[in-house]
């Protein structure tokens, strides 16, 4: 072998030699930043888990307040449903007591109104039982419509209380 064929091997051998070097150094480091990228998708898959609980965490604690509200809402209604029909129970109860003349509604008349056409005494007549200021009792039919008015008022006001109650369940600053 010549002396420019040992060159041309050893420079071959040389080349060779940095080309395993640079495979190798490649190698290395594809490792090296496989390892890091491997490290960076565990720490962003331990970021998305964290994330993915405290989503689910604020999801229970909004479904638990609006089911806490629902109920609310609920005991609210069954209050006030009850109210509503206590009031016509006790109005129902008020209509017959007038119907069977069990019950009679009177009015205070002013004595001292001459306008009325028909002075009455506050003081009671020789015999008579009645004490106190002169009244006079309604016509029964009239006692009925005085009534209904009541009831449909207290209607009114028990479902004004119910709508105040829900406004304020679901809005709480605006209960001032």
Same mark, same amino acid.
């Given at each position: 072998?010549?002396?420019? %064929? ?12 940095i080309a395993a070097g640079a495979a190798s150094a490649w ?50 209604? %069954? =209050? ?45 007549? =020789? ?22 008015? =009541?009831?449909?008022?207290? %209607?009114g006001l028990i479902a004004l209380q119910a709508c105040q ?12």
């Amino acid at each position: 072998m010549s002396a420019v %064929q040992k060159l041309a091997a050893l420079m071959a051998l040389a080349g060779l030699l940095i080309a395993a070097g640079a495979a190798s150094a490649w190698k290395v480091q594809d490792w090296r930043y496989g390892k890091q990228l491997a490290e960076q998708a565990q720490l962003h898959q331990d970021d998305l888990a964290a994330i993915s609980s405290a989503a689910a965490a604020q999801q229970r604690a909004e479904q638990d307040k609006r089911l806490a509200l629902e109920q609310q809402l609920q005991a609210s209604d %069954q =209050t006030h449903h009850r109210a509503l029909t206590d009031a016509q129970r006790n109005q129902s109860r008020l209509r017959d007591r007038l119907a069977t003349a069990d019950l009679r509604l009177s009015v205070l008349l002013d004595a001292e109104d001459s306008a009325a056409g028909c002075p009455v005494s506050a003081t009671p007549a =020789t015999g008579g039982v009645v004490h106190g200021t002169a009244r006079a009792r309604l016509d029964p039919a009239h006692a009925q419509r005085i009534v209904g008015i =009541t009831d449909d008022g207290d %209607q009114g006001l028990i479902a004004l209380q119910a709508c105040q109650a829900y406004v304020r369940a679901i809005n709480p600053g605006l209960s001032q």
